[in-house]
């Protein structure tokens, strides 16, 4: 089973906002990773390549790679979309459908998105654009009608914006649960990227709809990279759901339904 570094993203930029400095990677940090994937000897793959593995389909090449990036924030298309072009490496771009929107008004208000036009202009240059739900809440602590529409929805209007259907999706803060991931199936997304464990590899034998993740931060240093692009460094997915996640979870639904704040990330 070859195990596969999926890799999370968020922003890219040398400017972010104190609440998501801590998941910004500095442009020239991330030329470094890009090199450093490409000096590994690992061949990055469209996310659809890995999916059908998991499906049972074609294996994937040896010492493989996914890139993803969640949210939809401005650096992508000024920043990161150039980057991979001139390196000609795929990529899963999932976006925040409500932070499009040109109110400003959306989920991130004190950073910059990307507009519908750049979204469409990704897609014909063939970036994959998935799914991150219309508002990014932690979709395992609403009513189940409320989860439904945010999965629901956010395809529909980015499928209404693209002119075709979309299928990949990522679970905010890579939360999910049973009948969430019910619901993301029923919706018609043939995959969905969680996080697990923090940090972990996937693999041909992982969940589509719960698959793996390395998180890459700011404070993601040169030689854990090192360690994610030899295969090492973090567990492989799947494994059983721990105690520990089930009772965050219980602990979040409960903060939830009391309306008191907690501190969870923004993937």
Do not use: N
Request: charged residues 20%.
């Amino acid at each position: 089973m070859s195990v596969v570094p999926v890799f999370l993203y968020h922003a890219v930029s040398d400017d972010s906002p104190s609440w998501l400095a801590q998941f910004t990677v500095g442009p020239r940090t991330f030329v470094e990773q890009l090199d450093m994937i490409a000096g590994s000897g690992l061949h990055v793959i469209p996310l659809r390549r890995l999916v059908a593995a998991q499906a049972g389909g074609p294996p994937v090449p040896r010492r493989s790679a996914v890139l993803t990036f969640d949210d939809g924030y401005a650096d992508f298309a000024s920043t990161v979309a150039p980057l991979l072009a001139a390196r000609g490496l795929p990529a899963t771009l999932y976006v925040t459908t409500g932070a499009l929107e040109p109110s400003g008004r959306g989920p991130f208000p004190s950073v910059a998105t990307l507009t519908w036009d750049q979204v469409r202009e990704l897609d014909r240059a063939g970036v994959e654009i998935g799914g991150h739900t219309e508002t990014h809440p932690q979709l395992d602590t609403l009513p189940r009608a409320s989860a439904r529409e945010e999965v629901e929805g956010c395809k529909r209007r980015i499928e209404d914006e693209l002119g075709h259907g979309v299928d990949s999706f990522a679970y905010p803060h890579g939360y999910s649960s049973r009948t969430v991931r019910a619901l993301v199936r029923e919706a018609g997304w043939t995959s969905a990227a969680a996080i697990r464990a923090a940090s972990a590899f996937s693999s041909e034998g992982d969940d589509s709809l719960r698959f793996a993740r390395l998180m890459v931060r700011a404070d993601t240093g040169r030689d854990r990279f090192a360690l994610w692009t030899s295969g090492e460094g973090a567990p492989v997915a799947p494994f059983a759901e721990g105690l520990r996640t089930r009772g965050w979870r219980a602990y979040r639904r409960a903060r939830a339904v009391t309306g008191l704040p907690y501190r969870a990330i923004p993937a």
